[in-house]
């Protein structure tokens, strides 16, 4: 019979399964209708055997009931009316003396799902809930909720309802445990299984009779329930306790969710929950399942959005293995870049530094990546690597690391020089659309620190007539007009081929339009085109030192132990989606945006207001750049000199030091970005700041004061700067200069109210500029009154 075709096979079967001798002898029966459920298993219609199949389940033989089951309920819808026959056979085997058979039987007339079934099954149902059998009762409990789903619009009697309570308190875990499925689907209109006192004791004293879905069902249900009296809600929570250090992953990622949502108003208590499931949560990330572990990876990701150092001991755990697949391993990485701290960042880097290798092409950019991530704390180490992947000259290596240089001076302006220095010789290794992106950016905004820029540029633009990406001939125009303002006597000439190829000869309406503009621009004039084409070259709502804002576990507790985990995007952007980092949606809130357009006025109106003071005429910048290690070396040097002046260390021009106390009722300490972005339109880079919601709050920041060319001073000064931003109200304390008596001494706050809030702001200047720096302190002002409105509206 294997050897015949679907048909053949069909009539076999049916001269088989007719055949008195074969229906006289019980065995060759069951194997005839064993081979009819391999047919059928293999694909070949056997509908054609219903009516046989129909006289076969009259039988006592419960192996043959059971395949004859399998068949009616495949091919029932086919066979409606036929179906109908076996209904009474069934409602007969509902009565059997063997239980086995009574729930055989219930479950299969409810999986039958005929249209008229229901007025056959409800009194056999009925009678099922009261069998004294539980494994007849667990089957008529879901035969309900069955029969609801077959039939939405028709309504469970009450009594079912309560019936279906009642069994809430069944002597079976099995069978309390469906009632609560069945309920839950019966009730769906109605929002579910209603959950008071008296079930939610009964169910958590009943919890660990339970199997383990049962258990996460039984968790997922009672978070409905509001503790009456924080007694009650700690009680709850004491019986849940030993449930947080389960051994099965399911029950404890359900039973940290019901801690979550219980004490919603108790961070410490959800703080402690979080730290008491750390260990079945890292026992999961090294399962053997390879699902389990992406799974308990992405919750990871998720509780670290609250606590980032919850498993900062444990940063090992997530090294990546050798045999581990690639999804796992990205995601592995992702939670090492927030693992990072002063004591384990050489390790990190370390480990890291062997995935940029890996055969894997994604993987090794994930791992480049990485590294770029926490090199916006750590620059040097950081950039040594990233600089020393480039000499690997392989294609995929050198792309990502060109699009992580990109994404690094992008957020951190100060690494820069070191980047430019690294880019000698990128683009003979570079072949991806991407990486060739990456790689224009740099060299149209950093075009004038590259000495070979215009020479690759040229090289891009005599080959654009054989380029096929879009994206990349709209970034060689944009590096193109960048460079030629910053070069204009080694790029005119190439600019102009390359303006004239896209005009007249692209077919490309894109960068055919994108030509045309910068044409038009450059008629307007150089410094037209300058004012709409230069690129800023940091992100202003980025942090540099500080990492991503940390987020209340209220913000996330809802998706904790669903899907939603599973589904979120990495925590950074892809880079390699899209070409210029001014690109990306990263500008700051509309009402904001449009508070600092008018930010020079406001500058110049707070200057006019300062009682003895001439109005500065100042420009602030970013450049040179200025790292971590330099601001904190400098800060502490003035200081000593500042402390020694009495001593007369150094001459009374050399620097100066002011501090002001300005009135201030609301700085945006819980979201640090908003002031980080304001400051960076203005030029005033900020360096570090203090935790969100920490109090007192401090910031650290720095800018250079550039005269405008009709200013009486021509010295550029460097300006150091502290924001303490506290909540005591002082009453008598005011800013003095500490070695300054002139009218800078009018910047101290004398109108200061009793009782205000304020910010103490702490500068330190070298060289010695009192006009320059007055404008800075004008600037600043402006920019946290601005900020500080934004925050009470």
Same mark, same amino acid.
């Given at each position: 019979?294997?050897?015949?075709?679907?048909?053949?096979?069909?009539?076999?079967?049916?001269?088989?399964?007719?055949?008195?001798?074969?229906?006289?002898?019980?065995?060759?029966?069951?194997?005839?209708?064993?081979?009819?459920?391999?047919?059928?298993?293999?694909?070949?219609?056997?509908?054609?055997?219903?009516?046989?199949?129909?006289?076969?389940?009259?039988?006592?033989?419960?192996?043959?009931?059971?395949?004859?089951?399998?068949?009616?309920?495949?091919?029932?819808?086919?066979?409606?009316?036929?179906?109908?026959?076996?209904?009474?056979?069934?409602?007969?085997?509902?009565?059997?003396?063997?239980?086995?058979?009574?729930?055989?039987?219930?479950?299969?007339?409810?999986?039958?799902?005929?249209?008229?079934?229901?007025?056959?099954?409800?009194?056999?149902?009925?009678?099922?809930?009261?069998?004294?059998?539980?494994?007849?009762?667990?089957?008529?409990?879901?035969?309900?909720?069955?029969?609801?789903?077959?039939?939405?619009?028709?309504?469970?009697?009450?009594?079912?309802?309560?019936?279906?309570?009642?069994?809430?308190?069944?002597?079976?875990?099995?069978?309390?445990?469906?009632?609560?499925?069945?309920?839950?689907?019966?009730?769906?209109?109605?929002?579910?299984?209603?959950?008071?006192?008296?079930?939610?004791?009964?169910?958590?004293?009943?919890?660990?009779?339970?199997?383990?879905?049962?258990?996460?069902?039984?968790?997922?249900?009672?978070?409905?329930?509001?503790?009456?009296?924080?007694?009650?809600?700690?009680?709850?929570?004491?019986?849940?306790?030993?449930?947080?250090?389960?051994?099965?992953?399911?029950?404890?990622?359900?039973?940290?969710?019901?801690?979550?949502?219980?004490?919603?108003?108790?961070?410490?208590?959800?703080?402690?929950?979080?730290?008491?499931?750390?260990?079945?949560?890292?026992?999961?990330?090294?399962?053997?399942?390879?699902?389990?572990?992406?799974?308990?990876?992405?919750?990871?990701?998720?509780?670290?959005?609250?606590?980032?150092?919850?498993?900062?001991?444990?940063?090992?755990?997530?090294?990546?293995?050798?045999?581990?697949?690639?999804?796992?391993?990205?995601?592995?990485?992702?939670?090492?870049?927030?693992?990072?701290?002063?004591?384990?960042?050489?390790?990190?880097?370390?480990?890291?530094?062997?995935?940029?290798?890996?055969?894997?092409?994604?993987?090794?950019?994930?791992?480049?990546?990485?590294?770029?991530?926490?090199?916006?704390?750590?620059?040097?180490?950081?950039?040594?690597?990233?600089?020393?992947?480039?000499?690997?000259?392989?294609?995929?290596?050198?792309?990502?690391?060109?699009?992580?240089?990109?994404?690094?001076?992008?957020?951190?302006?100060?690494?820069?020089?070191?980047?430019?220095?690294?880019?000698?010789?990128?683009?003979?290794?570079?072949?991806?659309?991407?990486?060739?992106?990456?790689?224009?950016?740099?060299?149209?905004?950093?075009?004038?620190?590259?000495?070979?820029?215009?020479? +690759?540029? &040229?090289?891009?633009?005599?080959? $654009?007539?054989?380029?096929?990406?879009?994206? @990349?001939? !709209?970034? %060689?125009?944009? /590096?193109?007009?960048?460079?030629?303002?910053?070069?204009?006597?080694?790029?005119?000439?190439?600019?102009?081929?390359?303006?004239?190829?896209?005009?007249?000869?692209?077919?490309?309406?894109?960068?055919?339009?994108?030509?045309?503009?910068?044409?038009?621009?450059?008629?307007?004039?150089?410094?037209?085109?300058?004012?709409?084409?230069?690129?800023?070259?940091?992100?202003?709502?980025?942090?540099?030192?500080?990492?991503?804002?940390?987020?209340?576990?209220?913000?996330?507790?809802?998706?904790?132990?669903?899907?939603?985990?599973?589904?979120?995007?990495?925590?950074?952007?892809?880079?390699?989606?899209?070409?210029?980092?001014?690109?990306?949606?990263?500008?700051?809130?509309?009402?904001?945006?449009?508070?600092?357009?008018?930010?020079?006025? +406001?500058? &110049?109106?707070?200057?006019?207001? $300062?009682?003895?003071?001439?109005?500065?005429? @100042?420009? !602030?910048? %970013?450049?040179? /750049?200025?790292?971590?290690?330099?601001?904190?070396?400098?800060?502490?040097?003035?200081?000593?000199?500042?402390?020694?002046?009495?001593?007369?260390?150094?001459?009374?021009?050399?620097?100066?030091?002011?501090?002001?106390?300005?009135?201030?009722?609301?700085?945006?300490?819980?979201?640090?970005?908003?002031?980080?972005?304001?400051?960076?339109?203005?030029?005033?880079?900020?360096?570090?700041?203090?935790?969100?919601?920490?109090?007192?709050?401090?910031?650290?920041?720095?800018?250079?004061?550039?005269?405008?060319?009709?200013?009486?001073?021509?010295?550029?000064?460097?300006?150091?700067?502290?924001?303490?931003?506290?909540?005591?109200?002082?009453?008598?304390?005011?800013?003095?200069?500490?070695?300054?008596?002139?009218?800078?001494?009018?910047?101290?706050?004398?109108?200061?109210?009793?009782?205000?809030?304020?910010?103490?702001?702490?500068?330190?200047?070298?060289?010695?500029?009192?006009?320059?720096?007055?404008?800075?302190?004008?600037?600043?002002?402006?920019?946290?009154?601005?900020?500080?409105?934004?925050?009470?509206?």
């Amino acid at each position: 019979m294997p050897y015949l075709s679907g048909e053949d096979a069909v009539k076999e079967l049916r001269r088989a399964l007719s055949n008195p001798n074969v229906q006289s002898d019980p065995l060759r029966y069951r194997n005839t209708i064993t081979k009819v459920i391999r047919v059928m298993s293999q694909g070949v219609d056997v509908s054609g055997l219903f009516p046989e199949m129909v006289k076969a389940c009259a039988t006592v033989d419960i192996v043959q009931k059971k395949l004859v089951y399998v068949f009616l309920c495949s091919y029932a819808s086919l066979n409606p009316q036929l179906s109908l026959l076996v209904i009474n056979t069934l409602r007969k085997d509902c009565q059997d003396a063997n239980p086995m058979v009574r729930s055989l039987a219930l479950r299969n007339m409810t999986n039958l799902r005929l249209p008229g079934l229901a007025e056959y099954v409800e009194q056999p149902l009925t009678v099922g809930l009261r069998d004294r059998a539980a494994c007849v009762r667990r089957v008529a409990v879901l035969g309900w909720a069955k029969l609801h789903n077959l039939q939405p619009q028709a309504e469970i009697d009450a009594a079912v309802v309560n019936e279906l309570y009642s069994l809430l308190r069944d002597s079976d875990p099995v069978v309390m445990v469906n009632c609560l499925r069945a309920l839950e689907e019966i009730l769906k209109d109605e929002g579910g299984v209603a959950i008071n006192k008296n079930i939610t004791h009964h169910l958590l004293n009943r919890l660990k009779e339970c199997d383990v879905w049962g258990q996460c069902d039984v968790l997922r249900i009672l978070e409905r329930y509001q503790p009456q009296t924080e007694g009650e809600l700690f009680d709850i929570l004491s019986l849940l306790d030993s449930c947080l250090t389960c051994a099965h992953p399911p029950v404890m990622a359900a039973t940290l969710r019901l801690f979550l949502c219980l004490s919603a108003g108790f961070p410490s208590v959800s703080q402690s929950a979080l730290e008491r499931a750390c260990g079945p949560l890292l026992a999961a990330c090294g399962s053997n399942s390879r699902e389990m572990r992406f799974t308990a990876l992405a919750h990871v990701q998720l509780m670290m959005q609250s606590e980032p150092g919850l498993l900062g001991a444990h940063y090992k755990r997530f090294f990546c293995g050798y045999a581990e697949p690639a999804f796992i391993k990205q995601r592995k990485m992702q939670v090492l870049v927030e693992l990072v701290n002063d004591e384990n960042v050489s390790m990190l880097l370390d480990e890291l530094k062997g995935y940029c290798t890996d055969v894997d092409p994604d993987t090794a950019q994930a791992a480049i990546s990485a590294i770029g991530r926490i090199g916006r704390s750590y620059s040097d180490k950081c950039l040594d690597i990233l600089t020393g992947l480039l000499g690997l000259r392989q294609e995929h290596i050198t792309s990502a690391v060109v699009q992580t240089f990109r994404d690094l001076v992008w957020v951190c302006p100060q690494c820069s020089d070191v980047v430019c220095a690294a880019l000698q010789g990128c683009e003979e290794t570079l072949q991806d659309d991407q990486g060739r992106q990456a790689l224009l950016w740099l060299l149209g905004v950093y075009g004038e620190r590259v000495a070979t820029a215009p020479y +690759v540029l &040229e090289g891009f633009i005599d080959g $654009v007539r054989a380029e096929v990406s879009v994206s @990349v001939k !709209l970034e %060689l125009l944009a /590096a193109a007009l960048r460079l030629f303002l910053s070069r204009p006597a080694e790029t005119q000439d190439m600019l102009g081929r390359l303006l004239h190829y896209c005009i007249e000869e692209e077919r490309d309406m894109c960068v055919r339009d994108q030509a045309l503009l910068y044409y038009r621009l450059l008629q307007c004039g150089p410094e037209q085109a300058r004012r709409v084409v230069e690129a800023r070259r940091s992100d202003p709502m980025l942090g540099v030192l500080i990492g991503r804002p940390l987020q209340p576990i209220d913000a996330w507790a809802h998706g904790f132990n669903t899907l939603q985990p599973l589904s979120t995007a990495a925590a950074t952007p892809d880079s390699s989606t899209r070409g210029s980092p001014e690109h990306l949606n990263c500008e700051p809130k509309h009402t904001l945006t449009e508070e600092l357009k008018e930010l020079t006025d +406001v500058a &110049e109106l707070c200057q006019g207001s $300062v009682v003895g003071v001439e109005p500065a005429v @100042v420009s !602030l910048s %970013l450049s040179p /750049a200025l790292s971590p290690e330099d601001f904190e070396e400098m800060w502490l040097q003035l200081q000593s000199l500042h402390m020694d002046q009495g001593a007369s260390a150094v001459e009374e021009g050399d620097f100066l030091c002011v501090v002001k106390l300005m009135p201030c009722q609301m700085l945006p300490v819980n979201s640090p970005q908003s002031l980080q972005a304001a400051l960076q339109l203005v030029n005033i880079q900020t360096m570090a700041f203090t935790p969100p919601n920490a109090l007192p709050w401090k910031v650290y920041l720095y800018t250079h004061t550039q005269p405008a060319p009709d200013s009486q001073s021509a010295e550029c000064t460097l300006v150091l700067a502290e924001l303490l931003y506290s909540s005591e109200t002082p009453d008598s304390s005011r800013a003095e200069l500490s070695e300054d008596n002139d009218g800078l001494s009018a910047l101290s706050d004398d109108g200061q109210k009793s009782g205000d809030r304020c910010v103490k702001i702490t500068v330190k200047q070298k060289p010695r500029d009192s006009t320059a720096l007055s404008g800075f302190l004008c600037i600043l002002t402006a920019v946290l009154n601005t900020v500080s409105a934004e925050c009470k509206l």
